[in-house]
């Protein structure tokens, strides 16, 4: 059976010890797991004495599918866990946590041996990228949850919708995905002036525009967008095109931006579930709904829109 693993740290500003209790106690594992999040509906049993070896959780859902974990062994700095998947497919799992002191708080490393089903092989690649991107987005809640108590981070299915049909004006840009959060807010600044000085009018939320997302190297091609009811003249750097008149399947996210992942996780993941077909190029867009300078990052709404094909 072919074998994959994955790894990814992240800083926690809490001691080993709390972060070990914390990530024992499997009551806390909905709040924060970057699967359940997507089905709040899941049923979760729980069994065992709570974080003590031995303890399970065993998860069902239509999404997610079924499975359930283990704890088997517990120390200062580590939790191995059993993971067994059984419905879409059977396998075994080891997911383990690494926890060790490092300056002011925790470096927690979360890890995962598995194997694939024979006849999955060639899904070997596509799994460690897309569990990979998982394990950063669950450790990032992770982290806001037991440094603030809270995670900004809701998301609602809307579904199948009739695209807009709008132009727009946009900036064009190959760009690092970890930079976004700086060069979005810089280039709508910029397409402010430009309507400004040009007495151009935009008829509603700006938005990202996104023809590519290559995980491999971590960079995009994408355009940063105000719309327009009609078509102007503009020149370079701008661009002034349409968007696709096509169906989308939309995705709600209210929290910071930050966690805006989650809402493109789940659009994918549920678009997947319900065989909706998507687009590979233009992928969507994000449409940014209220104003990051007029209210507090936990109520920013963002939709996810996936084209449709």
């Not at 709040?31 to 065992?48: A, F, H």
């Not at 507090?296 to 829109?305: C, F, N, R, S, Y």
Request: with cysteine; hydrophobic share 40%; charged share 25%.
């Amino acid at each position: 059976m072919p074998a994959y693993s994955i790894e990814r740290t992240i800083h926690i500003e809490k001691s080993p010890a709390e972060v070990i209790e914390f990530l024992s106690d499997f009551r806390s594992w909905p709040t924060w797991s970057p699967w359940l999040m997507m089905e709040p509906s899941c049923k979760v049993e729980y069994l065992g004495t709570v974080g003590r070896v031995g303890a399970e959780y065993h998860w069902v859902g239509d999404m997610v599918g079924e499975g359930r974990m283990a704890l088997l062994r517990k120390t200062d700095t580590m939790l191995e866990i059993e993971l067994e998947f059984i419905k879409p497919f059977k396998s075994m799992a080891m997911a383990n946590f690494k926890v060790e002191a490092n300056n002011d708080g925790s470096a927690v490393t979360w890890m995962l041996d598995a194997k694939l089903p024979w006849f999955l092989f060639f899904l070997k690649k596509s799994m460690e990228q897309s569990l990979g991107m998982d394990y950063e987005r669950g450790l990032k809640m992770l982290k806001s949850l037991i440094e603030t108590g809270e995670i900004h981070s809701q998301l609602t299915l809307v579904g199948e919708q009739p695209a807009q049909i709008n132009y727009y004006v946009g900036i064009e840009r190959n760009e690092k995905i970890a930079n976004l959060g700086e060069v979005i807010p810089s280039d709508y600044k910029q397409l402010a002036l430009l309507f400004a000085e040009q007495g151009y009018a935009s008829i509603g939320s700006p938005f990202t525009l996104y023809f590519d997302m290559n995980m491999d190297t971590g960079v995009c091609t994408l355009r940063n967008c105000f719309p327009v009811k009609t078509p102007v003249d503009v020149s370079v750097p701008y661009v002034c095109e349409q968007l696709p008149a096509t169906k989308t399947y939309v995705v709600k996210h209210v929290g910071e931006y930050p966690m805006v992942s989650n809402a493109w996780a789940m659009a994918f993941f549920a678009a997947r579930h319900k065989k909706v077909k998507i687009s590979k190029k233009p992928v969507g867009l994000e449409r940014y709904v209220n104003d990051p300078e007029r209210v507090p990052a936990k109520d920013l709404i963002t939709e996810v829109v996936l084209f449709q094909r």
